[in-house]
């Protein structure tokens, strides 16, 4: 198989997708992300927790919040939030965010896996914001991901944005951006002459095309096969990315071992302290997270992989489930 490097099986030499490094794209910056995340107002910022700290810090002046975010939220969410004590932080079933909020909630939609999360319903008072990364291409409804909320932070130096470093922020509203213009770690992106910027964001549907076309070769080899192989899929209006391509399987781990020793590089989508919270004393509250997790696999899907090689990483999931 080809080279193997940390979620994704890539090809030397074709381990991306759309413009090169140094190409520039026609449209300025602003107007293809405006287009891309169906926000106005964008702004970069030098890494993630900048950002959030950025977001937070816009809405201190709104008195005491509860914040609402998925289990295993990124580590420089939590380090942001903690440094507003108006923030009350409260964990909630990863597969539950979309819970109807109560008055004066702050909810973090963390989109995971290329599947945008549909924000529920919510009084006046409460705020959405969305951990986008993951999920930039996809959609609710016709909304694209990045305009759910009021904000949306989205981390550069992952896929699909890989050459890129920082993070973005991003607002369709304009109170929101109101309160966001001048924050000191904010530079408004159309003043950023970044390249690599340019180009990640010049082959995002590239990018997300080819993740969908690898995904559909692995639905096409389970559909009717009659194994207990379950694609993860959205539900109601979602558009996903597909940039992991997940499936669930009575046994996710000995799969993953046996893969292994194909050379073929799987995941399970658990950082570890996910695992400590869905295996510990709070296990009991988080079941529907649990239940996910406990039978998830993430297959190769990065788009450099060409039809042969999907179907060889398809062929050996097949052998190993039937063997199992």
Known sequence: MS???????RLAGRVGAGALAGERSHVP????????LGCRWIWWAPDPLSAWTAVFSALAGDGERRLVYAVGAPPWLECAAAGFPTLRGAEVDACEVNRELTHGDVLILEHRHGLPVAPGTAPDDALILEDATA?????????????LGRAAVIALGVPPFTRSTGALVATPDGHSAGRLFGQPMLTRVEQVNDTAIIADVAGVEEWVAECRAVAAIYDSVWRGAGLPIRPVEPVGEITPTFV??????????ALSHSLAGEGIETRRPLNDRLRGLLSGPSQD????????????LQLPSHPGLDFEEVL?????????VRAG
Request: no cysteine.
């Open 3 to 9: 080279e193997v490097s940390g979620y994704w099986i």
């Open 29 to 36: 910056l602003d107007a293809a992300l405006g287009r891309l």
């Open 135 to 147: 999920a930039v291409g996809g959609a609710v409804g016709n909304r694209p991901v990045g305009s």
């Open 244 to 253: 992991e391509y997940l499936i669930a399987v009575p046994d996710p781990d």
């Open 285 to 296: 509250e988080l079941p529907r997270a649990r239940e996910f997790y406990s039978h998830v």
């Open 312 to 320: 060889a990483v398809a062929d050996a999931v097949v052998r190993h």
